[in-house]
């Protein structure tokens, strides 16, 4: 079985950036299982396709953000796939 390696993109901004046009009242959220991650923080946030970009909870990994080891992982409920996103690589 050849191996299925799937790029994808993030938004991403700073934190006063994403607050600022994600929001139900510009009609722009981010959209079920979507990410956005915050350039000057090293925080990242899912979509639920409902809230706004301030009220969503964010995603930690082992350091609860930027540090030795800062991987998030999401699951892909389409494909059942582990995507990856390691801080200390930008990838």
Do not use: H
Request: cysteine-free; glycine content about 10%.
């Amino acid at each position: 079985m050849a191996d299925n390696i799937q790029q994808i993109q993030f938004k991403r901004g700073r934190k006063a950036v994403l607050e600022a046009v994600l929001t139900k009242e510009k009609k722009s959220v981010l959209l079920m299982g979507e990410p956005a991650y915050e350039t000057d923080t090293g925080q990242l946030k899912i979509g639920n396709g409902i809230s706004d970009y301030k009220d969503l909870a964010y995603i930690s990994g082992s350091s609860g953000g930027i540090g030795i080891d800062s991987r998030f992982e999401i699951t892909d409920p389409v494909n059942n796939q582990i995507l990856v996103y390691d801080q200390a690589k930008k990838k």
